[in-house]
Nanobody
Framework: VQLQAYGGGLVQDGASLTLSCSAS????????LGWFRQALGKEREFVAA????????YNEVSVKGRFTISRDNAKNAVYLQMNSLKPEDTAVYYC?????????????????WGQGTQVTVSS
């Protein structure tokens, strides 16, 4: 599975962005999907995840109420709608796919990773 994340950019504090991640090589319909981010000089951290059928989603506490993960299995894609962006959201955002449906908040369980897209929020 090849994942490609895109949609990042430079925005101002309070703005919105939607990240997309498309897959090729295999259908994502049976994969759990997640978004992670890594700020400069920091470890990669969990942002959001969604189960294979979309019946459950999870968010890191700091993005709850601002970020929404969704998926479209027909399009083989996962999205991250980010609202009310803050400077502390600045990071490279990665999408990832996991064959199972558990521990989706843990990066080490994921099987496939996209290349990342930069999100920069200016104050």
């Amino acid at each position: 599975v090849q994942l490609q994340a895109y949609g990042g950019g430079l925005v101002q504090d309070g703005a919105s962005l939607t990240l997309s991640c498309s897959a090729s090589g295999r259908t994502l319909s049976m994969f759990g999907l997640g978004w992670f981010r890594q700020a400069l000089g920091k470890e990669r951290e969990f942002v959001a995840a969604i189960t294979w059928n979309g019946d459950k989603s999870y968010n890191e506490v700091s993005v709850k109420g601002r970020f929404t993960i969704s998926r479209d299995n027909a399009k083989n894609a996962v999205y991250l709608q980010m609202n009310s962006l803050k400077p502390e959201d600045t990071a490279v955002y990665y999408c990832a796919a996991r064959k199972g449906g558990t521990y989706l908040y843990t990066d080490r369980v994921y099987d496939y990773w996209g290349q990342g897209t930069q999100v920069t929020v200016s104050s």
